[in-house]
């Protein structure tokens, strides 16, 4: 393995000059593609932290999500080292042992390209309760340890925790943390707010001077949630800010859990993983995160299962939702997805709620247009969007990450009226992206992903 950092020079992030996106120091774009991996820290040992990791960068994870003071018997279930995180559960007194296995996961991590998304705790321990643990005092404390700690890493601060500001004493606990990561890093580095879901940021922390971007958590209540509202509803505020959906319906966990009646067999697959990414960065999110039931809480036999985990964390690994995630950023990138605003106009005809809602985007210069469909009907298109002499046309497979030319050459292009496109299948599990865009001539064929 390769011991230099693959982000030297490129730790810090930044928000774009349009407000839409992050991006890097240098001004490339950055893709935010999130894996919920909250007890990282908390539950793996080294070995397990670099498989974890290895893993998640091979498939195109760009952060992944984890907190210092976890949720599950944070402060009182030791590491896989025997420590916990802080003396005496004081704030003021973190355990430097244990952050030295922090710094470790986060140092791997840097070396394989990828950020962390730094929760410094979970939200019950800093929420009016019995559980809390934080005073405004203790939490600039411990920011400032924090901050300090990790300025030059590769991370981005979420605070938040699934929990929500709702009282002034919360409020002020939560400015004094964002204020003390803020003096411990110099403010190098980003911050934003995981919402209890279903939740935004926004709702509650819009006003707030700290908070970088918005993120939402659409949960797991209900199939066929539309993801893309909470980008919509973000996206419409002043001022602007990037968002993105930090806490999606997991792969495997189980249907509407928190609901009274749920039932435990019926659990969210790779499509309904799909469906959530692809509806909430077609609606202009900057990325998006994923999760697996069994790996938030690094699951195995011998653990206690959390919402009714099942497979160990280890063989999760290899479920078809983590890879489809890749696909889709790899796919993002290569349309420069910076460069592309929704625009449901473009579509004259089709499904524009429920399951099959098609969601569209086009190029901010007009090149070109992506649709969505998730369950692969049929829609009619106003194609003057797109201006150009010849086009190409095809249809993108998000399970395989497949392009698929229908016209065997680059078409001339007369696009004044609508045309109704058909997808190759249809069905639940069987979504499709189209898309139509602008080439210089007719030997002039794109490649998949556009490279």
Request: glycine share 10%.
């Amino acid at each position: 393995m390769d011991t230099v950092n693959k982000l030297s020079g490129r730790q810090s992030l930044k928000i774009a000059e349009n407000g839409r996106y992050i991006e890097h120091i240098d001004g490339t774009p950055f893709f935010y593609l999130g894996d919920t991996a909250w007890e990282l820290f908390h539950r793996l040992n080294r070995q397990e932290a670099i498989s974890y990791l290895e893993d998640r960068a091979s498939k195109g994870f760009s952060i992944i999500q984890a907190v210092a003071i976890a949720e599950i018997n944070g402060l009182t279930e030791p590491n896989a080292y025997g420590l916990l995180p802080l003396i005496d559960n004081d704030p003021s007194r973190p355990n430097e042992s244990y952050f030295e296995h922090v710094d470790f996961i986060i140092d791997y991590a840097g070396r394989l390209g990828l950020y962390i998304g730094f929760l410094p705790t979970w939200g019950k321990y800093w929420k009016t309760g019995n559980s809390n643990i934080f005073t405004p005092e203790t939490a600039r404390a411990y920011g400032q340890f924090l901050g300090k700690r990790y300025r030059t890493k590769s991370i981005i601060w979420i605070l938040g925790g699934d929990q929500n500001v709702v009282t002034k004493e919360e409020r002020s606990i939560i400015d004094a943390l964002a204020g003390g990561l803020r003096e411990g890093d110099s403010g190098k580095h980003l911050i934003t707010f995981h919402p209890r879901g279903p939740g935004q940021s926004s709702r509650q922390l819009h006003d707030a001077a700290w908070l970088d971007f918005h993120m939402s958590q659409s949960s797991h209540a209900a199939y066929d949630h539309d993801t893309g509202l909470y980008a919509e509803y973000d996206l419409g505020l002043t001022p602007i800010r990037p968002t993105l959906d930090g806490e999606p319906r997991y792969e495997c966990i189980p249907v509407g859990f928190y609901l009274r009646d749920h039932d435990r067999i019926k659990r969210f697959d790779d499509y309904d993983s799909r469906q959530a990414g692809w509806w909430s960065v077609m609606a202009g999110a900057c990325g998006h995160s994923y999760g697996n039931n069994n790996i938030w809480q690094m699951w195995q036999p011998g653990r206690e299962p959390v919402i009714s985990a099942n497979i160990p964390w280890y063989e999760a690994l290899h479920h078809p939702g983590a890879r489809q995630m890749g696909i889709m950023r790899r796919f993002m990138e290569a349309h420069a997805f910076h460069t592309l605003i929704p625009d449901q106009t473009i579509i004259f005809d089709g499904a524009k709620s429920g399951s099959s809602k098609i969601r569209a985007m086009r190029a901010v210069n007009d090149s070109k247009i992506i649709v969505y469909t998730p369950r692969g009907e049929s829609f009619t298109l106003d194609q003057s969007t797109v201006k150009a002499a010849y086009v190409s046309q095809s249809w993108f497979d998000p399970r395989y990450g497949v392009n698929y030319e229908f016209r065997l050459s680059p078409r001339a292009w007369d696009g004044q009226t609508f045309q109704t496109y058909a997808p190759p299948t249809s069905g639940r599990g069987q979504d499709w992206i189209l898309v139509i865009q602008k080439v210089n001539q007719e030997s002039d064929i794109p490649t998949p992903f556009g490279n």
